[in-house]
């Protein structure tokens, strides 16, 4: 019974060094043909591209039929926002995403957050 767990361990070691052997190659076969056409990521899988979370496999996405689909379906780019902050020399933010330096610099100072509001 040994013989055979440790041939079974043996031929499962072997799958695996062919399977990460196998792609190997495929994924530099990918990488060729994606710099030979100057594929985008948005190209190949969409403009929302979502990496499956850990312990769930991603589900199969349906081929793309034509690009003129995918135009159709793309939104319009977002605008900048409305500023809700100022610091008085003509620099906005508008609260949303990662604090400009001259905020922090002026919350630093003493400011506070709603000195600094646009009213």
């Known amino acids: 019974m040994k013989q055979v767990l440790s041939q079974i361990e043996k031929l499962q070691k072997e799958a695996e060094a062919l399977r990460a052997k196998e792609i190997s190659g495929v994924v530099a076969r990918i990488r060729e043909a994606i710099d030979h056409y100057g594929l985008t990521p ?57 604090r400009p330096t001259w905020f922090k610099d002026a919350l630093a100072a003493g400011k506070t957050a709603e000195d600094l509001l646009i009213r």
Do not use: I, M, N, S
């Open 42 to 98: 948005e190209e190949l899988f969409g403009a929302t591209l979502q990496r499956p979370r850990a312990g769930r496999k991603a589900a199969a996405k349906p081929a793309r039929a034509t690009a003129t689909a995918t135009t159709a379906k793309r939104k319009a780019p977002r605008g900048a926002g409305t500023p809700k902050y100022h610091d008085g020399a003509g620099r906005t933010w508008t609260g949303v995403g990662k």
